[in-house]
């Protein structure tokens, strides 16, 4: 497994897909697990009630008098009637069992619960998720909410103590994902998945296209800016995502604070009115000079590293 | 080239790079266009819109996926925008799961499970299987001598709602009457279908509790087969042997096959778990979870075909020979299919 961070409550991993490429990813939380699992299992409650519903309609229309003769030895079923409680039958099954596997193996990789909570499933080792892994983290499923509940409910009309122990260890189970660094479920273990947040970002604009930033020159002003190699020499990369983001953020008194502080350290007075020329100008000839860095291999974290050019 | 659309660039695109300053900025600006193509592609599977893509769209996903990967390393050496590299890391995540998610058909992997993987997936738990067997047929040994030795113990296997008319004592003739002459009853179809959902959750759960280093299973299989034991037991006192036998076997030899496969993946699992030999405990347990997996999904089969066989067979078929008869047929059917039929299919996830 490719982790690397050590802190047990860090839900970020680096995931290397086949091609070798490292991806950062971030372990879904429990919280959104343990939500999309409520959306699941309310959805295949109310198709079970809904398809019970259904066939107990139809079967008044097929046979009116059945539900008097229940219960009377001599009570001849119809076949129409066989016929639904045995649809019933197979459909509770397939929604207990095959709900899970149908929306896993299918395009979008994900249950109606997952989607909506922004989740899914991954092989552990960066590579395909095979029909095998789905198939075999949904067989456990059993022991880990329906064994736990059934436990849980028969607790409560039991007075003797001696159910106890069993519900305790299969708590066990039902509490699997808070015992392991990776919030894998007892599923996810004996299948080499785990369960991820979807990302979703958007591209954003490209820095170097405004008119400040390519030329260093004002449009508001007129002013050009430009610096010295030493007056770019005193920042380093974390810095420059620092003045990436207050850039694309675009809040005036926070790029009034950032332009004083860089003000200051190159020893100019701050006017005012033109700060966002300026850091985009800035910006683009520190990015320029720190990338120029990276070609030839010199790299400067932050402004107390050396080195970068 | 058209693998490459950003290399047909017009004379737009040309203005548009001259325009940025930076390095960088010109090398994304000359694959913008890629990656927004895959974002497109991805964002409509990801919402299931499959069928507003074109087959092209989805040949090219994989092409898009790795031009973008390759991006994405360069810019990691090259690039220090941040909101690109994390566009581009949030990118290829995305298209990752889905080029690598799960892509047979239904239909392609019915066909490949049927072909060989099964009988594979079975073969190669064969030492899990032998153990299930002793353990079943110790368990079937002891619910017979514990009876043997004081009746009393049959309703510790036997429960009493479940035992109706089968007790202790019982005479020849009802024992009998239980065994034949169903052949006109009600309901056969309801009775097969619930004994299969039954029978499922029974196993699947036999399944995921060798989990726990397989313990639980192992009580579970040797719990089962002691009932059956006793109830031998109480037809062996009636000399009623022969017709239990064939009672029994028209769907037990199917219905108990796959207890025990069910029995044996979950040991598996246990036993991978308990002895992962050079591998990591979770790599080892992974790699046997997927192959009991493949067992457990025929398990759920071969119970739909024993709820039929219990269902309509043995209530039709009153006769004991024919029982028998059936009940080897599918003994020798599926010993055949799973240890004399050797085939594997082409294009297997797994080696």
Known sequence: ???????????????????????????????????????????????????????????????????????????????????????????????????????????????????MTGIRIAARD????????????????????????????????????SKWPMAAWLLVFALFPFFNRDRLRAGDLIAGTWVLEAPRKKLEAAMSTGQAAATGTSYTTGVSYK??????????????????????????????????????????????????????????QLRARLEAGMRMGKRKADKFAHGGG | MALFPALRGGGEIEAAIEAVALRSDRFRQERERDWKRLELIVTRMEKGRIGRLSDQDLLELPVLYRTVASSLSVAR????????????????????????????????????????????????????????????????????????????????FVSPDLAGERVPGASAEALRAGLFGKTNEDGLAIFAASLFSHNSSVSILCFALGFAFGVPTLMLLVQNTAMLGAMLWLYHGQGLDYEIAGWLAIHGTTELFAILLAGAAGLHIGRSMAFPGTQT?????????????????????????????????????????????????MLAFWLAYFFLFRRVPPGSEHA
Request: proline share 4%; hydrophobic share 50%; charged share 20%.
């Open chain 1, 1 to 115: 497994m490719n982790v690397t961070v050590s802190a047990r409550k860090d839900p970020r991993r680096v995931l290397i897909t086949p091609e070798g490429i490292a991806l950062p990813i971030k372990l879904a939380s429990r919280g959104s697990r343990f939500g999309a699992l409520l959306i699941d299992l309310l959805i295949i409650a109310a198709s079970i009630i809904a398809v019970t519903l259904a066939l107990v309609f139809i079967a008044r229309g097929v046979a009116p008098d059945l539900f008097n003769k229940v219960g009377k030895d001599d009570a001849q079923i119809p076949a129409a009637i066989e016929f639904l409680i045995i649809v019933y039958i197979v459909i509770s099954f397939l929604f207990r069992y095959g709900y899970f596997l149908f929306f896993e193996l299918g395009p979008r990789g994900a249950t109606p619960g997952k989607r």
């Open chain 1, 126 to 161: 960066g590579g395909r998720l095979s029909t095998e892994m789905v198939l075999a983290r949904n067989l456990v499923r059993d022991i880990e909410i329906t064994l736990p509940l059934a436990a849980l409910f028969s607790l409560g009309s039991d007075e003797s103590l």
């Open chain 1, 227 to 284: 610096f010295g190699d030493d007056e770019l020499a005193i920042y380093g990369e974390y810095e420059l995502q620092t003045l990436e983001r207050v850039l694309r953020e675009d809040r005036n008194e926070a790029m009034l604070a950032v332009h004083e502080a860089i003000c200051r350290k190159l020893g100019w007075s701050p006017g005012t009115g033109d700060e966002r020329a300026f850091l985009e100008a800035y910006y683009t």
């Open chain 2, 77 to 156: 050496e090259t690039s220090l925008d941040a909101a690109t590299l994390a566009y581009l890391e949030s990118l290829v995540q995305r298209a990752w799961f889905l080029v690598y998610g799960p892509r047979t058909t239904l239909w392609g992997w019915l066909r490949r499970f049927f072909g060989g993987e099964w009988s594979r997936a079975v073969r190669s738990i064969w030492p899990e299987v032998l153990v299930a067997f002793a353990l079943m047929v110790a368990g079937t040994f002891v619910g017979w001598m514990l009876c043997v030795q004081d009746p009393d113990w049959y309703f510790t």
């Open chain 2, 281 to 329: 405990v979770l790599g080892a347990a992974a790699a046997a979870g997927q192959r009991a997996a493949v067992v457990m999904a025929g398990v759920v089969l071969m119970l739909v075909c024993a709820g039929i066989l219990e269902g309509f067979g043995r209530q039709l078929v009153d006769v004991t020979e024919t029982r028998l008869m059936i009940g080897g047929g």
